[in-house]
T-cell receptor
Framework: SAVISQKPSRDICQRGTSLTIQCQVDSQVTMMFWYRQQPGQSLTLIATANQGSEATYESGFVIDKFPISRPNLTFSTLTVSNMSPEDSSIYLC???????????FGPGTRLTVT | GESVGLHLPTLSVQEGDNSIINCAYSNSASDYFIWYKQESGKGPQFIID?????DKRQGQRVTVLLNKTVKHLSLQIAATQPGDSAVYFCAESGGSNYKLTFGKGTLLTVNP
């Protein structure tokens, strides 16, 4: 397994501003992912964070809105840019180790945009 | 059943009963399936997984059944306890990108 922390745990932001969410893992992992979970909904993959290169985004998500960094094998950030109330969600990072499919999730960042 | 908007499928059981949570998946090429439990205010927690070359796998108090013919997955929880109350998600994956596609989720409520 892996111990994953996210900062901040929650935030209330004004529309038009940006928030950067950090994800820290206690050990090196092969892959890191960012998900969005809108209120009462399931999880939707935003992007795969690639170490040392640009993230791979899913359909409907773009780099200008959700820039992602992954400078090393234990850390990644997701920025939610130019926020609107529709961005109010829980943002979760997950990690995969080795060749297993199993992913472990962080506790999430609950974002409210007013 | 289907969930629309904020309305998750729900299952309410009595403490001590067995629970069965169902999931239909869409991609016949998926070869890995996983169940997560999400308690309020927390991230999803791994419960059990199964590969497509199996049709049943057991863990502690949990069993996952896979029916590839009808693309159906189920999670059975034995002797359900109040601490099992949560939202349960199934997820599927296939291919070398290891991406997970999540189902809609089911809210399990255990009554003491």
């Amino acid at each position: 397994s892996a111990v994953i922390s996210q900062k901040p745990s929650r935030d209330i932001c004004q529309r038009g501003t940006s928030l950067t969410i950090q994800c820290q893992v206690d050990s090196q992992v092969t892959m890191m992912f960012w998900y969005r979970q809108q209120p009462g909904q399931s999880l939707t993959l935003i992007a795969t964070a690639n170490q040392g290169s640009e993230a791979t985004y899913e359909s409907g998500f773009v780099i200008d809105k959700f820039p992602i960094s992954r400078p090393n094998l234990t850390f990644s950030t997701l920025t939610v840019s130019n926020m609107s109330p529709e961005d109010s969600s829980i943002y979760l990072c997950s990690v995969k180790k080795g060749r297993d499919y199993e992913q472990y999730f962080g506790p999430g960042t609950r974002l409210t945009v007013t | 059943g289907e969930s629309v908007g904020l309305h998750l499928p729900t299952l309410s059981v009595q403490e001590g009963d067995n629970s069965i949570i169902n999931c239909a998946y869409s991609n016949s090429a998926s070869d890995y399936f996983i169940w997560y439990k999400q308690e309020s205010g927390k991230g999803p927690q791994f419960i059990i997984d199964i590969r497509s070359n199996m049709d049943k796998r057991q863990g502690q108090r949990v069993t996952v059944l896979l029916n590839k013919t009808v693309k159906h997955l189920s999670l059975q929880i034995a002797a359900t306890q109040p601490g099992d109350s949560a939202v349960y998600f199934c997820a599927e994956s296939g291919g070398s990108n290891y991406k997970l596609t999540f189902g809609k989720g089911t809210l399990l409520t255990v009554n003491p």
